[in-house]
């Protein structure tokens, strides 16, 4: 249930105006309408009910992209953990096809809704991290190096992923690359933060040097 306090409170704030009340309900009146012309398929009766003090979607979790995403990957953690990376892969790359860019890029989000696209936006990137363990697991290494790359360029300052592309490169047999990309790292992170990579990276590059990583594969 959807609090009518919190609907106000997302939309003005500290601040609401004297008709918060009654334009909260105009809104949700014209939700409804869209509702009923966009998504007659899911049932009859209406799919926002008024229950004080406030609404209910009456819709199944299934049908909610967010709540499928959380499901799967909860269930892709669990198959990883039991052993099954092969299932794990599969479920977790299920619930990453949900994904279609940033969630709710074009909606202002307000202190009641950040709060919640932070925690989609991090189970996102958490749900990716398994995934690309799982495919580590099954041995995909030379698969996995373009998309490391690139997430490396992305986020120049992530050990993890720096780390897993060191991993990756030097299971592909380009151990010269994976102590390059050690190096890249040492020097972005002494520039930008004047620090040096971890003792988790710094011993995996001891570990590519005399060719035995197998004990690195890790989440963050």
């Known amino acids: 249930m959807v609090d009518r ?7 003005w704030g500290e601040n609401p105006p004297r008709s918060a009340v009654t334009t909260a309900q105009t809104y ?37 992209d967010a709540f499928r995403f959380e499901k ?11 052993g099954h990376a092969e ?3 599969r479920r977790l790359r299920e619930a ?3 994904w279609r860019g940033p969630v709710l890029a074009d909606v202002p989000g307000g202190p009641v809704l950040t709060p919640h696209l932070t ?9 990716l991290r398994l995934r690309i363990l799982a495919d580590a697991q099954l041995g995909n290494h030379r698969a ?37 990309t050690y190096r890249g790292l040492q ?12 003792i988790t990276l710094r011993e995996l590059q001891r570990d590519v040097l005399v060719g035995n990583v197998r004990r690195h594969a890790r989440l963050a």
């Open 119 to 127: 925690h989609l936006t991090e189970a996102r990137t958490r749900a």
């Open 87 to 89: 299932q794990a892969a």
């Open 144 to 180: 996995l190096i373009p998309e490391l790359r690139s997430a490396a360029q992305e986020n120049p300052l992530d050990e993890w992923i720096h780390e897993q592309l060191m991993i990756a490169l030097h299971e592909a047999g380009r151990r010269a690359d994976a102590l390059d």
């Open 187 to 198: 020097r972005t992170l002494d520039e930008e933060l004047g620090i040096q990579p971890s």
């Open 96 to 98: 990453l096809s949900l």
């Open 28 to 64: 949700v009146y014209q939700l409804r309408k869209k509702f009923h012309r966009h998504f007659r398929d899911l049932g009859s009766g209406e799919l926002i009910e008024t229950r004080p003090p406030g609404y209910v979607l009456r819709v199944d979790t299934d049908e909610i």
């Open 72 to 82: 799967l990957s909860d269930e892709g953690q669990a198959l990883l953990a039991a």
């Open 5 to 11: 306090a919190a609907i106000i409170d997302e939309l």
